[in-house]
């Protein structure tokens, strides 16, 4: 099993929907979560940190469950810009980070 | 702007063909530098960690002998794929650890090594 796990998708959705991406991890001694954004033949950039609490950054809201070891990710109001790879990525603290392999979101006109 | 910077950002040679690629980090300084791989459609894959003044820390699978790796100052780590063939052609993307908890990595902006 990998230690993180996304559905690849692809996920097509019109301008100004609202899509949920998800991701699990396995290793229990995970100490950080955050979700990047890569775009087709670039290299990943960080969108928000993931916090127990949950929190929201504009259209984005990231939520962290740590007895389920579940990470979400919630775009509202879709735009075209939006479409990308979206990584889960997990940090267990003095090690490289953990990337899932990425879900990939189309935003269509 | 750009925190860390990768160069060159494409190649094109001739399989055989030994290619550095240099990760530099600007205005702070990196004691730890990684470098992944992505091949099309694929996650990032670690393939090594890269330690100042010390010998890197390859992942499982990864030839220490063909992917070398110098560390030599803070702001520098190099790449050498030796002897170059199709196979190797990938995404090739560095990164140093952020100086902020809330800022975890930074990355090159990616090498992409075309091996003919």
């Known amino acids: 099993r990998k230690e993180v796990e996304q559905d690849p998708g692809p996920f097509n959705v019109p301008e100004g929907a609202t899509v949920a991406f998800n991701c699990t991890y396995s290793?229990?001694?995970?100490?950080?979560f955050f979700w990047y954004r890569q775009d087709c033949r670039k290299e990943p950039k960080l969108l928000m940190s993931v916090y127990s609490s949950g929190n929201e950054d504009g259209r984005f809201t990231a939520q962290l469950n740590r007895a389920s070891q579940y990470i979400s990710l919630l775009i509202r109001d879709s735009k075209l810009s939006d479409s990308a790879t979206y990584l889960c990525v997990v940090n267990r603290g003095n090690t490289p980070l953990v990337f899932g392999k990425g879900t990939r979101l189309s935003v269509i006109a | 702007g750009a925190v860390v910077s990768q160069h060159p950002s494409w190649v094109i040679c001739k399989s055989g063909t030994s290619v550095k690629i240099e990760c530099r980090s600007l205005d702070f300084q990196a004691t730890t530098m990684f470098w992944y791989r992505q091949f099309p459609k694929q996650s990032l894959m670690l393939m090594a960690t890269s330690n100042e003044g010390s010998k890197a820390t390859y992942e499982q699978g990864v030839e220490k002998d063909k992917f070398l790796i110098n560390h030599a100052s803070l702001t520098l780590s190099t790449l050498t794929v030796t002897s170059a063939h199709p196979e190797d052609s990938s995404f090739y993307i560095c990164?140093?650890?952020?100086?902020?908890?809330?800022?975890?990595?930074?990355f090159g902006d990616g090498t992409r090594l075309s091996i003919l």
């Open positions: 990164s140093a650890n952020g100086i902020s908890v809330n800022q975890p990595q930074h």
């Open positions: 290793n229990s001694a995970s100490q950080s």
